[in-house]
Nanobody, 121 residues
Framework: QVQLVESGGGLVQSGGSLSLSCAASGRTQPFVVMAWFRQAPGKEREFVSSILWGVVSPSTKYADSVKGRFTISRDNSRNTVTLQMSSLKAKGTAVYYC????????????WGQGTQVTVSS
């Protein structure tokens, strides 16, 4: 089992920046996909960004709605994934979740508890 703990959420003004971190512990594997999802009030959870862990040149993906504004990165030594968010918009208000998917599988099997991001307009 993998444990994920998010941190860094909070209140930010529209146009501002915020950085989220996800620390992974437990039975982590060499090659995994780490991702961020978010769920706004009354809406379904949606994909934000992901990064393939365990390779020299990480592969990243972004939702169209955050491309050019969000950057995902990793720190292998600390088993941490960071989501740097800039030019935040009010519609970015949501609970942000970190998720873990072992390589070769199709499901994100471990999830963090979520961290609230509120963007004021």
């Amino acid at each position: 089992q993998v444990q994920l703990v998010e941190s860094g959420g909070g209140l930010v003004q529209s146009g501002g920046s915020l950085s989220l971190s996800c620390a992974a512990s437990g039975r982590t594997q060499p090659f995994v996909v780490m991702a961020w999802f978010r769920q706004a009030p009354g809406k379904e959870r949606e994909f934000v960004s992901s990064i393939l862990w365990g390779v020299v040149s990480p592969s990243t993906k972004y939702a169209d709605s955050v491309k050019g504004r969000f950057t995902i990165s990793r720190d292998n030594s600390r088993n941490t994934v960071t989501l740097q968010m800039s030019s935040l918009k009010a519609k970015g208000t949501a609970v942000y979740y970190c998720a873990h998917r072992p390589a070769g599988t199709s499901d994100f099997s471990s999830w963090g508890q979520g961290t609230q991001v509120t963007v004021s307009s």
